[in-house]
C-alpha cells in the first residue's frame, strides 16, 4: 500500500511572548597590542619671551641739592632711598632728614632717582612734616625725561604749586623732614 504523508495546513500565528530577561554581561576581552609610534610632529615656533623678574635694589644713594646754593652737613646727609625694579618699571622710596644739616641752602630742593625715566613724570605721593606746628604740607618732584633729578614742589594754598626750598612753604629747622615717593619706567 502506498503511504500516505498529511501535511497539516499552517495556521495563524500565536501572540508574541513576553520579553526575556537579559543575560549577564560577558568577561572583558583581552587588551590588544599597542600599535607602532607615529613619526615626530614638526617642531612648533619660539614663544615670546617672558617677563624679567623681580630683581630688588633694595636701596640705593640719594644725591640732592638746590639750583642754588647748596645745604651743608654736620656729616652724611640722612638721605635713604630704596626702590623695586620689575624689567623697566621702577618704584622709588626717598626719606630725608634733616638732624644734621648746619646750612639749607637756597633755591629749589632736588633729589635724585635710581635711574633716569623714560619719559617726563610727576609724582604727588609725598610730604613736609613740620615738627614746630606738627604740620603736614604736600611735596610733589617733577622728572624730565632722560633725567633722574627730581625737582621738588608744594601746593600752596591757591592749589598751585611753587618751588619747595628752604623758606616755602615753611622756615625749615633740623627736626622737619620730608619723603616722596612713586612708580615710573626707567630709560
Known amino acids: 500500500m502506498p503511504t500516505v504523508k498529511i ?49 630688588e635694589i633694595t636701596s640705593y644713594i640719594v644725591g640732592g641739592g638746590t639750583d642754588g646754593t647748596q645745604p651743608t652737613f654736620s656729616g652724611d646727609p640722612l638721605f635713604a632711598g630704596e626702590a623695586i625694579v620689575i624689567g623697566d618699571l621702577v618704584h622709588f622710596t626717598v626719606n630725608v632728614d634733616f638732624d644734621n644739616i648746619t646750612n639749607f641752602g637756597t633755591g629749589q630742593y632736588y633729589v635724585t632717582l635710581p635711574f633716569n625715566a623714560r619719559d617726563e613724570y610727576y609724582f604727588r605721593s609725598g610730604h613736609l612734616y613740620d615738627d614746630s606746628s606738627s604740620k603736614s604740607y604736600g611735596i610733589s618732584g617733577n622728572v624730565a625725561a632722560g633725567s633722574s633729578q627730581l625737582n621738588l614742589y608744594y601746593t ?29 619706567l626707567k630709560s
Open 7 to 55: 501535511v497539516p495546513f499552517p495556521g495563524v500565528p500565536g501572540p508574541q511572548g513576553p520579553r526575556g530577561l537579559q543575560g549577564i554581561q560577558g568577561e572583558t576581552g583581552l587588551t590588544g597590542p599597542m600599535g607602532p609610534q607615529g613619526e615626530q610632529g614638526p617642531q612648533g615656533e619660539q614663544g615670546i619671551q617672558g617677563e624679567s623678574g623681580v630683581s
Open 156 to 184: 600752596a594754598s591757591n592749589g598751585q604749586d611753587e618751588t619747595f626750598t628752604s623758606t616755602t612753604p615753611v622756615s625749615l629747622t633740623v627736626e622737619d623732614n620730608f619723603h616722596i615717593s612713586g612708580t615710573y
